[in-house]
């Protein structure tokens, strides 16, 4: 009985730290996501194909952002803050057409979010 707990205890480890490696390379991919833990990590991967369910996780990899806005067809097109504040993206963003994988779409709504503050100071310096 306890060769079988310590080959069961060896398998587990070895899970552990198979997780640990992918779970790396999603925060390698995605730099925010060390932001958050490991559960919420796997919370967030394990919901991919529904971008409204990575909601509750924005405002940890985002400071200011408390949610996002989306289109009927699930396409992000704009940012709300805690204070209801409504920022609508300069590129809209479709987790779809990033396969649902959400670091790549998430370092797109990143990247937008940077076309956007950018965008908004070019025109209010041209105002």
């Known amino acids: 009985l306890l060769p079988n707990f310590l080959e069961a205890n060896r398998l ?19 730099p925010r996501f060390y932001f958050i833990s490991n559960d919420e990590l796997l919370d967030i991967l394990s919901v991919t ?17 408390h949610r996002a806005t989306f289109s009927p067809e699930q396409v992000i097109t704009g940012l709300i803050s805690a204070q209801q504040e409504v920022v609508p993206l300069s590129a809209a963003i479709s987790p779809a057409e990033h396969h649902h994988h959400v670091e790549t779409w998430l370092t797109a709504l990143e990247a937008a979010m940077v076309a956007t503050v ?5 025109q209010a310096a041209a105002d």
Not at 16 to 26: C, D, G, H, I, P
Not at 49 to 65: A, H, I, M, S, T
């Open 118 to 122: 950018k965008n908004v100071c070019v």
């Open 49 to 65: 194909k529904d971008p409204l369910r990575v909601q509750p996780y924005l405002r940890k990899c985002f400071e200011g952002v």
């Open 12 to 30: 587990l480890e070895q899970i552990v730290k198979q997780l640990q490696a992918f779970l790396e390379t999603k925060r390698t991919a995605f």
